[in-house]
């Protein structure tokens, strides 16, 4: 178990994110809940994982699946109660697992009590808690358009204003300009530390100091003042773990994220390795090319490296599952699935793991009347109205849509994989017959076992938390591979991100190396099999 009173304890750890309306129902809801929470703790624990990001479990109507809370201090009746919480996060403790919740600051559910008080009138004191401009119910005040659809101003006709939300309706954005609304916000995470929740995950946190008039959403002028306030207000104790969420983050705004003085967050998830195939927008992609994927990790492993602080991951409840994105979901989707792990694990930085990626699971074809999230049914709508061919919309939201992350949690083979006796609220997906954790967990040639392998490793070699990077070949489109080192301990990780053979060469100075995780039995001399990896290492222990 990790020393969680040590300094930057998370920088040796491996955290695993749950969905929890997907996990596990114990009800027959077809929701996941709490208890199913706690029902698959000794599973987590076999993983070997640090802490959990619980995605959103506070009250919320579920506009966008909990991303919409209506009261920040109350679990929502279908996750369980506020007592089920506190044994989450006691049973989660017992096994050495931090418990890390999902905070959504930028906005509120338009049911939360804020939202209904400021709808009453101009004067409510509750008015200025979220951001209006006048209007005429005909022209908006600009044109700016939501993440979710349509215009990010909606009207309420008997305050003659527009009030503002960058994503959907019922999503009113909080006005971080009003000290009130700060005050409220940190007394709320207070009360959720006093209950023992060790670390936040914080929802588009880049996005809090938005200035509409001047047509400003991420990487507004105060937001690094308004991130220092926060930290300072509400994260003081030594032991939080912070990660933002930062689509708009760079290399260089992500060192004030992740300074090394703790005056912001513990670090960021930045997306410029996963907007790389993006034309536009994420709907309409180009292949990977695999040379700049590389040069984009090598800019984040040597811009943070000693100045900040990486946070390692290729999916989450947003993204689409990574074997069906970079790698193989037929004959090598196991091969595939450990490639990419070891690529990701191998790197400077705290890994993430979603649920049922340390299964290689995989997307999900589903038919319009299936699709449950909000972004996808409006963005559905929206580009066919646009005279888009539904067939290739189709096809954008196959590639990328955020339902095929969401399919319940594959369990076992059996009816629903698991995860239900009722009927699911979303699809399960079909091949749970032979993608499971049951059939998985004692398989040591498991993906599940590879994954539990990696996290040991990062635990037992200081060089995967220390050491420097050093890609190597950076305009080969087949090959990723990369070295790190210290001062004592050197090591070798290679990839082969293809379907077929690819020429490599193991540099002189790994000939007699260790190896200390593979994807293929024995290594072959001068060339990596499909969706080969490996990593080598030189150095004591
Ligand atoms: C974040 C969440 C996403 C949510 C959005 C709005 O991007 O990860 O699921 O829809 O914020 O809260």
């Not at 005429?136 to 990010?152: E, L, W």
């Not at 996963?274 to 811009?303: A, I, N, V, Y």
Request: aromatic share 12%; net charge negative.
């Amino acid at each position: 178990m990790l020393d969680k009173t040590r300094r930057g304890w998370w920088k040796s750890a491996v955290f695993y994110q749950i969905y929890p309306k997907s996990f596990q129902d114990t009800t027959a809801s077809g929701v996941g809940d709490l208890r199913g929470i706690i029902s698959r703790l000794d599973y987590l624990a076999e993983l070997g994982i640090d802490g959990i990001w619980l995605s959103p479990v506070f009250a919320s109507p579920q506009a966008d699946n909990g991303y919409d809370i209506s009261d920040y201090r109350a679990i929502d009746p279908m996750f369980g109660s506020m007592d089920d919480m506190d044994e989450l996060i006691r049973e989660a403790k017992r096994r050495g697992i931090s418990i890390i919740m999902d905070l959504v600051l930028n906005h509120s559910s338009d049911e939360h009590f804020w939202f209904k008080e400021a709808l009453k009138s101009r004067d409510n004191p509750y008015h200025d808690w979220y951001v209006w401009r006048d209007g005429d119910g005909i022209t908006p005040p600009n044109d700016m358009r939501a993440t979710f659809g349509g215009s990010c101003w909606t009207y309420v006709p008997h305050l003659g204003q527009y009030y503002f939300h960058q994503f959907a309706v019922k999503q009113p954005d909080l006005n971080w300009e009003n000290p009130d609304v700060r005050r409220a916000l940190y007394d709320m995470i207070r009360f959720w530390v006093e209950r023992g929740v060790e670390g936040f995950r914080l929802d588009v946190i880049d996005q809090i100091a938005k200035e509409p008039d001047n047509h400003i959403t991420g990487n507004g002028p105060r937001l690094h003042e308004f991130l220092r306030e926060l930290s300072r207000e509400a994260f003081r104790e030594e032991g939080l773990v912070t990660v933002g969420e930062a689509w708009g983050a760079d290399v260089e705004r992500a060192r004030l994220y992740s300074a090394e003085d703790g005056s912001e967050l513990s670090m960021v998830f930045q997306f410029q390795h996963m907007c790389l195939e993006d034309c536009g927008d994420k709907w309409h992609t180009r292949p990977l090319s695999l040379p700049e994927l590389k040069r984009c990790f090598e800019r984040w492993q040597h811009g943070l490296h000693n100045a900040g602080w990486n946070s390692l991951f290729m999916n989450n409840h947003d993204l689409p599952r990574i074997v069906s994105r970079w790698g193989d979901e037929g004959a090598l989707r196991e091969t595939s699935a450990k490639m990419l792990a070891t690529m990701l694990h191998g790197m400077q930085g705290t890994p993430y793991i979603y649920q049922g990626e340390e299964l290689g699971m995989t997307n999900m074809h589903m038919t319009v009347d299936q699709f449950a999230d909000v972004e996808t049914i409006n963005h559905y709508h929206e580009a066919v109205a646009r005279g888009e061919n539904p067939g290739d919309v189709m096809a954008g939201i196959y590639r990328r849509g955020r339902d095929n992350a969401r399919t319940p949690m594959q369990w076992d083979a059996g009816k629903n994989a698991g995860f239900t006796t009722g009927t699911p609220w979303l699809p399960v997906n079909e091949n749970h017959t032979y993608i499971n954790a049951a059939a998985q967990v004692g398989d040591p040639d498991s993906v599940f076992s590879y994954y539990k392998r990696l996290i040991t490793l990062r635990k037992q070699y200081d060089v995967f938390r220390d050491g420097s990077f050093t890609l190597l070949c950076p305009e080969d489109e087949n090959v990723f591979a990369y070295t790190r080192d210290t001062a004592d301990a050197h090591m070798l990780v290679m990839c082969n991100f293809t379907g077929s053979e690819a020429a490599f060469d193991v540099p002189e100075d790994y000939q007699n190396a260790k190896t200390l995780i593979a994807n293929y039995e024995d290594a072959a001399a001068g060339r990596l099999r499909p969706y080969e990896a490996r990593i080598m290492y030189v150095g004591r222990g």
